[in-house]
Nanobody
Framework: QVQLVESGGGAVQAGGSLKLSCVHS????????VGWFRQAPGKEHEFVGG??????YYGESAEGRFTISRDGAKSTVFLQMNNLKPEDTAVYYC???????????????WGQGTQVTVSS
């Protein structure tokens, strides 16, 4: 089973940027399909984007402001978030699955999450 640990969350003002990291272990690094989800208070998990091998794919919430990349040598996947808005406030999770998917139930290993708070 894959273990995942997120970091990089914090509080920023609208228009700012944050870069989240997800370190994963337990399987061959670049073969791990990693997805990013977020959950705002009182809402369901929302797909942000993912990466399979070195190819990222995005959900609607990324809106062209977010970029996903990976450093295979360091078993780390990044979520670069630019031009942040208050509605981006949420707990951000990375998760590992066996194939590229935008559905939460296709991911079987999850990190603990990192809080992102964007103030206006």
């Amino acid at each position: 089973q894959v273990q995942l640990v997120e970091s990089g969350g914090g509080a920023v003002q609208a228009g700012g940027s944050l870069k989240l990291s997800c370190v994963h272990s337990g399987r061959t690094s670049i073969n791990v399909n990693v997805g990013w989800f977020r959950q705002a208070p009182g809402k369901e998990h929302e797909f942000v984007g993912g990466i399979i091998l070195t190819s990222p794919y995005y959900g609607e919430s990324a809106e062209g402001r977010f970029t996903i990349s990976r450093d295979g040598a360091k078993s780390t996947v990044f979520l670069q978030m630019n031009n942040l808005k208050p509605e981006d406030t949420a707990v951000y999770y990375c998760a590992a699955g066996t194939h590229a998917s935008r559905k939460k139930n296709q991911y079987n290993s999850w990190g603990q999450g990192t809080q992102v708070t964007v103030s206006s």
